[in-house]
């Protein structure tokens, strides 16, 4: 980028600003006392490419229209690999600006408006107004080593695309560490948490066979409870019976033997009146039963016949009585067997052991408690010795014979039997709290073990997840130090190519006494002294030699700058370099700069006199008019 032109109004001390004619190879001098407005020009000509300037920017942009002014303008034209380019700021008192880029060849459409023109001219000339500063324009300031971080400089490296990446990189590193951690910390709480439900190995089959055992001895004992009751009732009513059965047998039995003595009699007295009626007393007997039912027209063997069947019938009907009352007996000593053998069958019921006579826990059996210890839940009278005994083995026996032979009466049975019941229900009870906590520590077991196994599945998922997150942020941390690497390198070779190209300018500006720098990775600077014949930091040197290889490193970043960006002619901006420099060195230096060759070949020079010999292409003389500088235009008034 080379400048062809310059014109503005009402900008930082000119009223009217108007420079054509420049030369577009050489050194352009700008000469001038203190406060002449020779380095306004470098402010203005800043301000019409980027909209700002190194001192102002942002709101105070204002600030750069001319003192007294509302408004002020500038028109740059500049020449860009062949083509003219002219761009044209107008700003306000309140740092309100207005922009247009053109092309000279199509003057009629703009390449850019407003604010789009600072991007637009940034891709055509190759760089930013942070690159512009660190390479092309020296303000009126010290003169210091590049900062290897800077903006421009690693961008001029190509290292800028790289280390953002590197940052993304730290960035998504960052979160997935974090994220690491917090997957780190729920898995330490979900093993602490699967350590205390660990399953005791075996400890569900135990419960198990524990409450299979539990609901046998339940139905046994339900079983038992029902099956006495019903024996109870059975001989409850069979001794009620049973104590009407003698009378009832031996009226039968009387009965019987009258029926049985009269059939014999009268059948005796058939048989006489039958066979032989003439033998004595047969015909008394016969006449007597003649008279008694000589009415009637029967014949005494009849009548005979008659009685012995009756009282044959009667016989008959007397001994179906006593079947009937010896059936209902064998009965009701079947159900007085019945009770006995329930006696038998309690007593052949396994009794509890101690570890089920106990009430369990309130906590069920989840913890791992066994059968008969005793929990919270237990209270002081629950202990074993307050079970209600059973009667003792002979009385039962007693019992039993008594029941056998339906001698024992119903009250005596009731009173047993509500002891046996009371025994019954007792275990009943027992086994019942037993069941229901075995079932309980059942469910918190199998439980435990559902959450045990989700536990377990769960740290195998999160195990995978940390493994491949741990893969994920290798691979990251190993492209961070790829790109670190290569961004290192692409520095090294940037400060050995700026090296080479800065020791072709040292000699000339050092007049000989220094030869060659060395440019480390950071930019750091230490120059070799042929004096001395050794290398020497900075601060060994004096500060007017300082000046001059920081300016010859400061052309040699531009000169970087415009190969690696650029890649066209370029001007650069040098307000007072040489602030410091007697003639002599004034006039070698200016030598040794229009003599550097490359792409800078425009170079605004900005000092307070030049020698008269000095190999200046163009001078311009500010000052001469307070706020008006005019070259190569009509002069205005």
């Known amino acids: 980028m080379i400048i062809l032109r310059i014109e503005a109004e009402r900008l930082h001390r000119y009223r009217v600003l108007r420079l054509a004619d420049l030369p577009e190879r050489g050194i352009i001098g700008l000469s001038g006392d203190n406060e002449s407005g020779k380095s306004a020009i470098g402010e203005i000509i800043c301000f019409a490419l980027f909209g700002r300037t190194f001192a102002l920017a942002g709101e105070r942009i204002g600030k750069l229209v001319h003192w007294g002014a509302g408004e002020g303008a500038v028109t740059l034209r500049f020449r860009v690999k062949g083509k003219g380019y002219e761009v044209s700021r107008h700003l306000t008192r309140d740092g309100t600006q207005s922009a247009r880029l053109i092309a000279l060849e199509t003057p009629n459409e703009p390449l850019a408006r407003a604010d789009a023109v600072t991007p637009a001219l940034t891709r055509l000339v190759g760089f930013g107004f942070d690159d512009y500063v660190e390479t092309c324009y020296l303000a009126q300031r010290e003169i210091a080593s590049p900062h290897p971080h800077s903006p421009a400089v690693r961008a001029m490296v190509g290292a800028a695309p790289l280390q953002a990446c590197a940052a993304a990189l730290d960035t998504e590193l960052a979160t997935a560490e974090a994220a690491q951690a917090a997957r780190r910390e729920r898995r330490l709480a979900l093993t602490e948490e699967q350590a205390q439900l660990a399953p005791e190995a075996g400890r569900a089959q135990v419960l198990e066979r524990q409450l299979a055992e539990i609901g046998e001895r339940e139905a046994q004992r339900a079983e038992r409870m029902q099956a006495l009751q019903g024996a109870s009732d059975d001989y409850s009513t069979a001794y009620r019976r049973h104590g009407s059965h003698g009378a009832r047998r031996a ?193 918190r077991l199998r439980s435990d073990g559902q959450r045990h196994q989700e536990l377990t599945q769960e740290l195998a998922s999160l195990d995978q997840e940390i493994a491949a997150a741990e893969d994920w942020m290798a691979t990251r941390r190993l492209a961070r130090d790829l790109l670190a690497g290569a961004a290192r390198e692409m520095s090294r070779r940037f400060s050995a190519g700026l090296r080479d190209m800065v020791s072709r300018a040292l000699p000339r500006f050092t007049e000989g006494h220094y030869e060659f720098l060395e440019v480390d990775e950071d930019l750091q600077v230490r120059v070799y002294s042929s004096d001395k014949r050794n290398l020497l930091d900075l601060d060994e040197i004096s500060s007017g030699t300082q000046r001059q290889i920081m300016l010859a490193l400061r052309l040699g970043l531009s000169q970087e700058l415009v190969a690696r960006r650029v890649r066209d002619d370029q001007f650069v901006f040098l307000d007072e370099p040489f602030a410091f420099f007697d003639s002599r060195r004034l006039r070698g230096a200016l030598k040794n700069l229009s003599e550097l060759g490359g792409d800078l070949t425009q170079y605004w020079v900005v000092a307070q006199r030049f020698p008269q010999d000095a190999p200046i292409g163009l001078e311009i003389a500010c000052g001469q008019h307070p706020d008006t500088l005019t070259l190569g235009f009509p002069e205005v008034a």
């Open 251 to 443: 009226l039968a039995g009387l009965f019987a033997n009258i029926a049985l003595l009269a059939v014999l009699a009268l059948g005796a007295l058939w048989a006489m009146v039958h066979f032989q009626p003439a033998t004595w007393p047969m015909p008394v007997i016969i006449a007597w039963l003649e008279g008694l039912i000589a009415e009637t027209g029967l014949t005494a063997h009849a009548v005979v016949t008659a009685v012995v069947v009756i009282f044959g019938g009667f016989l008959l009907l007397t001994w179906l009585w006593l079947a009937v009352l010896a059936l209902g007996l064998r009965r009701r000593r079947a159900r007085a067997r019945r009770l006995a053998r329930e006696l038998d069958r309690l007593d052949s019921l396994e009794p509890l052991p101690a570890r089920l006579r106990e009430t369990p826990g309130a906590g069920g059996l989840a913890g791992g408690g066994e059968p008969g210890e005793a929990g919270p839940g237990a209270g002081p009278d629950e202990g074993p010795h307050l079970l209600i005994d059973r009667p003792d083995v002979e009385r039962r026996a007693r019992l039993r014979q008594r029941i056998l032979f339906l001698e024992a009466a119903v009250a005596e049975v009731c009173s047993a039997l509500e002891h046996e019941a009371v025994w019954l229900k007792r275990d009943l009870e027992r086994l019942h709290a037993w069941q229901a906590a075995t079932r309980n520590g059942l469910a």
